[in-house]
C-alpha cells in the first residue's frame, strides 16, 4: 500500500486528502448498501476494489481510476460531515469512523502489513485473469481479509439484512470493501491526514469534496452547498 509518486503535478493537498478520504466513505457507502440491499452500483464497487491493486500510481486520483470513480464517495463524504445523511445511513457513518479506527491497529502491525501488501500483489497477477469477475476479486481479498484484520482484536461490525449479511457473495463482497475502506485510510493518513485535523477542517473537506464532485456533475444525493 504505497502511496503516490512524485513524478506528475499534485492537486493541493487539502485534495488529495479529501479524495482519500472519499474512497473511505466510499467504501463504507458501499458496505451499507450490500449489507442492507445485497447490491451497490457496479462502477464505484470495481473502482474501490482495483484501489487495493495499485501500488505505484502517479496521483489519489489515479488509485481509483479517475476522480469520477470515487464521486460516490465525495457526495457521501459531504454528506457525512455536514451532518446532513439520513438516519438510515447512521451505521455507514460508523463505518467510516470504525475504519479510521482500524486502520490504525492494521498500522501498528507491520508483519500483518506485509502479508496483506503480498497478497493482494499475488491476487493482482490472478485477477487480470479474472475477466472482470467481481465475485472471484471479493472471494479472493475477502480471504485476506479474514485471514488478517479479521484477527485483530477491533472488528467491524456490519448490519443489515440478515438475508444479505449469510449470503457468502455479500459477505465477500463486504469485508472486500472493509479492506478497499482500509486502504483508502491508509493512503489518506500517508497524505498527512489525520482524525484531529479532520475534526478541526470538517468543514473545509466538505467543501472540496461538495465543489471536486459539483466539477464532475450532480451529486447523486443532491444536498445544499456547505456553509
Known amino acids: 500500500m504505497n502511496e503516490p509518486t512524485e513524478r506528475s503535478a499534485q492537486p493541493p493537498l487539502l485534495d488529495q486528502q479529501t479524495i482519500a478520504l472519499a474512497g473511505v466513505a466510499q467504501a463504507a457507502r458501499l458496505v451499507d448498501q450490500v449489507s442492507r440491499t445485497g447490491s451497490c452500483p457496479a462502477e464505484f464497487l470495481q473502482a474501490s476494489l482495483n484501489s487495493l491493486f495499485v501500488f505505484d500510481s502517479d496521483s489519489v486520483e489515479a488509485v481509483y481510476g479517475g476522480l ?25 457513518v460508523r463505518y467510516v469512523f ?45 480471504g485476506i481479509y479474514q485471514d488478517t484484520l479479521s484477527t485483530l482484536k477491533f472488528r467491524i461490525k456490519v448490519n443489515g439484512n440478515a438475508q444479505h449479511l449469510q449470503n457468502r457473495q455479500s459477505a465477500d463482497t463486504i469485508r472486500a470493501l472493509l479492506l478497499a475502506g482500509i486502504r483508502s485510510t491508509h493512503l489518506w493518513r500517508q497524505l498527512g491526514g489525520r482524525r484531529w485535523k479532520l475534526l478541526l477542517q470538517r468543514r473545509r473537506i466538505a467543501r472540496r469534496a461538495y465543489d471536486l464532485s459539483r466539477q464532475l456533475g450532480v451529486a447523486h444525493h443532491p444536498t445544499d452547498s456547505p456553509e
Open 98 to 142: 470504525n475504519l479510521l479506527y482500524l486502520e490504525r491497529r492494521f498500522a501498528a502491525d507491520p508483519a500483518m502489513m506485509r502479508v496483506v501488501h503480498s497478497r493482494l500483489q499475488h491476487t493482482s497477477f490472478r485477477a487480470e485473469h479474472f475477466a472482470g469477475n467481481v465475485n472471484d476479486i471479493c472471494h479472493s481479498v475477502s
Open 68 to 92: 469520477g470513480s470515487v464521486k460516490l464517495g465525495l457526495d457521501t463524504l459531504a454528506m457525512v460531515l455536514n451532518n446532513q445523511q439520513p438516519p438510515e445511513m447512521r451505521d455507514m
